[in-house]
């Protein structure tokens, strides 16, 4: 699938590390360190532009060895760039560990995955079809 880009960072263009990769890093796009203390967010300038296709939409997902080792993550995850926007690409950061992190230009801070999907026409009813689960939820199946 081709993507139109524009990458306005001093970094390389986004790519997958691994052939079976899912998502492709992307890298902070700043003049200068930036400090996350315990439980702040920050918003990280990418560099990067994209315009998608229609039907199509880019998840901005934590890396996990960020959030393993360092308690950092994305706070909207996953945070969706629709199709028909054409802003500069920022991802929302949190530090959810007490020790503050740095985040330095050119670190990868995420990643993009990009995805199909529908919409759907709603058809108003007054009742749905039963199934064996009905309306049971959050933890309905027990702990073991």
Wanted: proline content about 6%; hydrophobic content about 40%.
């Amino acid at each position: 699938m081709e993507v139109k880009i524009i990458n306005k960072s001093k970094h390389a263009m986004p790519q997958y590390a691994t052939p079976l990769s899912a998502g492709m890093d992307l890298r902070a796009n700043i003049d200068e360190p930036i400090k996350i203390g315990s439980l702040e967010r920050v918003m990280v300038p990418t560099g990067i532009f994209i315009a998608l296709p229609e039907g199509y939409e880019a998840q901005i997902r934590p890396r996990s060895g960020l959030a393993a080792k360092h308690g950092l993550t994305v706070l909207n995850t996953p945070g969706t760039i629709d199709a028909d926007y054409r802003g500069e690409i920022k991802v929302i950061l949190v530090n959810l560990s007490p020790e503050p992190f740095i985040i330095e230009d050119g670190e990868r801070v995420c990643q993009m995955v990009i995805a199909k999907h529908e919409h759907v026409e709603w058809k108003e009813v007054e009742t749905l079809d039963e199934t064996e689960r009905g309306a049971g939820g959050f933890g309905h199946t027990g702990v073991k």
